[in-house]
């Protein structure tokens, strides 16, 4: 994403600003750099919509303490992106918000370093559960190497293998506490190499 792509988004980022505005700068961006559209309907939630887990609506506007969760990739040459992205609208985290993400960012660090041909799903699954409780988010969603990515951002594969050089694998670790408005999710596509793990 360039320079003045980045600063249009923040700008769309901003308390009494809309979900929908920010579904539209990250369609708009997608299209601009060469995609040949979106992969799956978009998901934009703020504050309580943000635990909503396929919420699609985007018509609540921002206030302060939202946390705002932007499910949304792009297709472009065959492939379809899953990725994830969460932040504060207000630019700020609280505590609690702060740490529940450096714990999801972390996991999900965990598992891509993991993913080597041979890996199996819940090793990879292990991996993340521990950094969660480590953090203090026991009974949460650590995820692991999660579904296949393809021409479909569900693609078909067969799950009780392990982990094999070619396989495209969304990794979503996901912490979801609704009492507190606060759902942080980070996730990535991935394709496994021999020489490693490739986050595309």
Same mark, same amino acid.
């Given at each position: 994403?360039?320079?003045?792509?980045?600063?249009?988004?923040?700008?769309?980022?901003?308390?009494?600003?809309?979900?929908?505005?920010?579904?539209?700068?990250?369609?708009?961006?997608?299209?601009?750099?060469?995609?040949?559209?979106?992969?799956?309907?978009?998901?934009?939630?703020?504050?309580?919509?943000?635990?909503?887990?396929?919420?699609?609506?985007?018509?609540?506007?921002?206030? #302060?303490?939202? @946390? $705002?969760?932007?499910? +949304?990739?792009?297709?472009?040459?065959?492939? *379809?992106?899953? =990725?994830?992205?969460?932040?504060?609208?207000?630019?700020?985290?609280?505590?609690?918000?702060?740490?529940?993400?450096?714990?999801?960012?972390?996991? #999900?660090?965990? @598992? $891509?370093?993991?993913? +080597?041909?041979?890996?199996?799903?819940?090793? *990879?699954?292990? =991996?993340?559960?521990?950094?969660?409780?480590?953090?203090?988010?026991?009974?949460?969603?650590?995820?692991?190497?999660?579904?296949?990515?393809?021409?479909?951002?569900?693609?078909?594969?067969?799950?009780?293998?392990?982990?094999?050089?070619?396989?495209?694998?969304?990794?979503?670790?996901?912490?979801?506490?609704?009492?507190?408005?606060?759902?942080?999710?980070?996730?990535?596509?991935?394709?496994?190499?021999?020489?490693?793990?490739?986050?595309?």
């Amino acid at each position: 994403i360039s320079a003045e792509a980045h600063i249009k988004a923040m700008e769309v980022t901003r308390i009494d600003g809309w979900e929908y505005e920010i579904e539209a700068e990250a369609t708009h961006t997608m299209l601009h750099y060469g995609a040949e559209g979106a992969g799956y309907p978009a998901i934009v939630g703020s504050g309580p919509n943000s635990n909503i887990w396929h919420y699609q609506e985007s018509s609540r506007q921002l206030e #302060e303490g939202d @946390i $705002i969760v932007m499910d +949304y990739g792009a297709s472009m040459g065959y492939l *379809t992106m899953d =990725i994830t992205r969460t932040w504060p609208a207000s630019g700020e985290f609280t505590e609690l918000q702060e740490r529940a993400y450096r714990c999801t960012l972390e996991a #999900e660090k965990a @598992i $891509i370093a993991a993913m +080597y041909p041979g890996v199996t799903r819940q090793e *990879t699954r292990a =991996i993340a559960a521990e950094v969660f409780e480590r953090w203090g988010f026991p009974g949460q969603f650590p995820g692991g190497a999660g579904h296949f990515v393809g021409m479909s951002v569900h693609d078909v594969g067969d799950y009780d293998l392990p982990l094999q050089a070619g396989m495209v694998i969304a990794v979503e670790p996901i912490i979801d506490i609704p009492e507190e408005d606060l759902h942080i999710r980070i996730e990535d596509t991935v394709l496994v190499t021999a020489e490693g793990p490739v986050v595309l």
